[in-house]
């Protein structure tokens, strides 16, 4: 069995020797037990999640009990909470909000999606919901992401049992330090002074960090942790099997957060993902949390086709009937192979919009399907774009023909 580099701590700084790493079997484990739909999220809390003022997450947030937005946040994805779900004046969700208990809409608040509550939903002045909405109780079930806190749980558990390739003992990085690819074992707490950079050098190979903590993880005010020479294939995660991750004001952080307990980011701080396997997430003010760090490196946005399947009619008249029975798919590749969702452009349906009775669509496959009404033979499209986990793509365009 390889033993691993024990690496000394001072108060101040650490002194780290590194070995050759098997990194291809290690990232291949890691992917397969990160490949949950938790960890296809920006922010997961086992209790509650609060988005402070203007904060910015730019993915979907779950959590087992409230979700709170402050004034003027922004979520680029859909909030799911186990309980109620309340959003401050002006703040936006571009997605959809489901809620197990009430929803509150705070004053020109704005969700581009469906509102979905398992109480009442309230609407401050100038709240605007830009789909359909309803309030059912049987909703509260589905908005209860529990099985998710398994999958964290889980992960931990698969992660701290990983053979270490470099062990730091409990100490303070209080000086800029270089790290390669590896898995690193804390038998402690481990903490990263004020002004610190930590410099994440992935020698240009797919590869994997992940830093084993049994205690606490503090990053203070100003941290940087950067990454260098990476490719799509690397990832950064700190897992803290202990108790909670801090991140400091003005902080930057490339990483998934993985905490025991609570994860808190401070204001004006980034930080990829955040998952708490027991407590909550809390996100500072004017902070922003970004969305999983696989694939840090240089990526290709998927490519949509103007439908169905690539065709675009030279002649309106040419145009297959795409409201006949049976299912119908949007159209788009992505040479990374991501996975790809799907999403229409907001007030996109064409002249035919008010004749249209019924349309549906699945952002997870892009399914759809359209009903019209006292049209025949009428030519309409929406727009649309794909999305592979990191960017958009192209806007396209799907046609179809409302016969009845």
């Known amino acids: ?5 024990l690496v000394g701590a001072m108060r101040a700084s650490v002194l780290c020797v590194y070995l050759p790493l098997a ?3 290690v990232l291949e484990e890691v992917e397969h037990v990160m490949n949950k739909d938790v960890f296809g999220q920006s922010v997961f809390a086992s209790s509650y999640a609060t988005l402070s003022a203007n904060s910015t997450i730019n993915g979907d947030v779950s959590s087992g009990a409230a979700t709170t937005l402050g004034a003027g946040a922004i979520v680029h994805g859909s909030t799911l909470a186990g309980a109620a779900t309340t959003l401050g004046a002006n703040a936006l969700v571009n997605g959809n909000v489901d809620s197990g208990a009430a929803t509150t809409l705070g004053a020109d608040s704005t969700v581009d999606g469906a509102v979905s509550s398992g109480a009442a939903t309230t609407y401050g002045a100038g709240a605007n919901v830009n789909w359909r909405y309803f309030n059912s109780s049987t909703l509260a079930t589905y908005a209860t992401p529990s099985p998710l806190t398994q999958d964290v749980i889980d992960a931990q558990a698969f992660l701290s049992g990983l053979e270490p390739d470099v062990l730091l003992l409990p100490s303070n990085i209080g000086a800029d330090m270089t790290f390669s690819p590896g898995v690193y074992e804390v038998a402690g707490p481990l903490s990263v002074s004020a002004g ?6 992935a020698g240009g190979n797919a590869g994997v960090f992940v830093f084993n903590i049994s205690d606490f993880l503090s990053f203070g005010a100003g941290v940087n942790v950067v990454m ?3 490719t ?7 897992n803290i099997t202990g108790t909670y991750i801090s991140v400091g004001a003005d902080a930057n952080i490339i990483g998934d957060l993985l905490a025991k307990t609570y994860v808190s980011t401070g204001e004006n701080s980034t930080a990829s993902a ?11 003010a004017s902070s922003e949390i970004n969305e999983p760090s696989l694939g ?7 490519v949509a086709f103007d439908g169905p399947d690539g065709f675009v009619p030279s002649d309106l008249d040419d145009q297959p009937n795409e409201s006949k029975p049976g299912p119908k798919f949007l159209f788009a590749v992505d040479a990374d192979e991501d996975d790809l969702t799907f999403s229409v452009v907001l007030n996109s349906l064409g002249p035919l919009g008010n004749n249209v009775k019924y349309f549906e669509f699945d952002q997870a496959t892009g399914k759809w399907s359209v009903e019209c ?8 499209s929406f727009k649309w774009v794909a999305n592979d986990g990191k960017v958009d793509s192209n806007v396209a365009t799907q046609y179809f023909l409302c016969a009845i």
């Not at 955040?274 to 500072?284: E, H, I, K, L």
């Open 1 to 5: 069995m390889k033993k691993p580099w």
């Open 23 to 25: 990194q291809a079997d």
């Open 196 to 201: 610190t950079t930590i410099t994440l050098d």
């Open 228 to 230: 260098i020479n990476d």
């Open 232 to 238: 799509k294939d690397t990832r950064v995660i700190w």
């Open 274 to 284: 955040a998952y708490s396997a027991t407590s909550y997430v809390t996100v500072g």
């Open 296 to 302: 840090l490196g240089e990526n290709t946005p998927p």
């Open 373 to 380: 009404i006292g049209v025949n033979g009428g030519h309409d």
